[in-house]
């Protein structure tokens, strides 16, 4: 099983700031990777596919890196919209496919 | 729009069982994969199983194997999940969501709101 650690646990920021969220991957998933974003109470939403590619309607300050083993998701100006908890999903080798423990972005 | 809604959800004591439904609506939906993913409280997401747009491939994750059964109804637009020997570790809110293609895998590009399931005496 593939396990897909995510960094840092909790990122405080303010608005307007920069975020840069890990993902590493304990083998290679290749370019195997996505991207979710949960808000409280709501179900997660795709936010990028295949490592960089984003997903329909998803503004474009966001922004996916990586390949092999590392991997970046990036938000270049935060919205206050924004701050939620992001997850990593794996699907390069499966079953099963893995999700990240999730990284929770607060208001500073 | 694609739309995907789920239920059957509630409160089922341990060794019990429950099915799950969730109606898909504004795809084809024989066409795509589908996946049951669940999240316990306060935890993160677990991909529970999956099924491929024919119904003919099915995959579970260890955790629910021999317990769980996945299938889906395409002249009724529906996927479900049997889940029976049901215990604490189950309790979860469940979301169905749908792949990008028709063979299983993949990431998940839509999803539905979700169903509680709790199992408690």
């Known amino acids: 099983e593939i396990v897909l650690t995510q960094s840092p646990a909790t990122l405080s920021l303010s608005p307007g700031e920069r975020a840069t969220l890990s993902c590493r991957a304990s083998?290679?998933?290749?370019?195997?990777l996505a991207w979710y974003q949960q808000r409280p109470g709501q179900a997660p939403r795709l936010l990028i596919y295949?490592?960089?590619n984003r997903a329909t309607g998803i503004p474009a300050r966001f922004s996916g890196s990586g390949s092999g083993t590392d991997f970046t998701l990036t938000v270049s100006s935060l919205e206050p919209e924004d701050f939620a908890v992001y997850y990593c999903q794996q699907h390069s080798n499966w079953p099963p496919i893995t999700f990240g423990q999730g990284t929770r972005l607060e208001i500073k | 729009e694609v739309q995907l809604l789920d239920s059957g959800g509630g409160l089922v004591q341990p060794g019990g069982s429950l099915r799950l439904s969730c109606a898909a609506s504004?795809?084809?939906?024989?066409?795509?994969?589908m996946s049951w993913v669940r999240q316990a409280p306060g935890k993160g997401l677990e991909w529970v199983s999956g099924?491929?747009?024919?119904?003919?491939?099915?995959y579970y994750a260890d955790s629910v194997k021999g317990r769980f059964t996945i299938s889906r109804d395409n002249s009724k637009n529906t996927l479900y999940l049997q889940m029976n020997s049901l215990t604490a570790e189950d309790t979860a809110l469940y979301f169905c969501a749908k792949n990008p293609r028709a063979r299983s895998g993949g990431y998940f590009d839509y999803w539905g709101q979700g169903t509680l399931v709790t199992v408690s005496s």
């Open positions: 295949d490592a960089s």
């Open positions: 083998q290679s998933v290749s370019s195997y």
């Open positions: 504004g795809f084809t939906f024989s066409s795509y994969a």
């Open positions: 099924i491929s747009g024919s119904g003919g491939s099915t």
